[in-house]
């Protein structure tokens, strides 16, 4: 047995893949993507991500990001299904963003996969650059910058009910 690293090739039966590290939940962890899917654990959820416990906020931004840079049509395999709660969450954040409406009424339990193109399109925590969801963030002290408009919604998210 050897400990898995960023760009490590996994195969499972027939199908061959490779490792992304995404560091932020917890130190080692990683998505692996499949043909057309990622396997995100505990880092990204539908329409959410996981709870900073072992990196940082830039740790967990920047590895958001590299699955976010994923081809939109990537199906998102994720550890929890949280989806429901987390669109309630995203709405908050952006109140006039249709498409987290459109996908709220739409969701079916359970709600994975989802794909690339959809988080990108309605979860808050891979749009720490659209104006909406930064003034959000500075409304609760970011400063704007992506990294502390991600931090400002994750906090706020952590003691979101």
């Known amino acids: 047995t050897r400990a898995l690293e960023d760009g490590d ?5 027939a199908l061959r893949g490779r490792c992304i590290h995404n560091p932020g939940h917890t130190l080692g962890a990683i998505s692996y993507v499949i043909e057309d899917c990622v396997f995100t654990g505990d880092t990204m959820f539908g329409g ?34 949280y989806t429901a709660s987390n669109l309630r969450f995203a709405a908050a954040v952006e109140p006039d963003n249709a498409q987290v409406a459109t996908r709220a009424k739409a969701l079916a339990t359970p709600s994975t996969p989802s794909t690339i193109g959809d988080e990108r399109a309605t979860n808050p925590f891979l ?31 952590d003691n979101f009910k």
């Open 127 to 157: 749009r720490s650059a659209e104006p909406a969801v930064i003034e959000a963030a500075r409304a609760r002290g970011a400063a704007g910058d992506p990294v502390s408009v991600f931090a400002a919604v994750r906090g706020w998210k």
């Open 9 to 13: 090739e996994v195969a499972l039966g």
């Open 48 to 81: 959410g991500c996981g709870r900073v416990f072992e990196g940082d906020a830039a740790m967990m931004h920047a590895s958001l990001m590299r699955l976010a840079a994923l081809p939109p049509e990537t199906r998102v395999f994720f550890g929890h299904e």
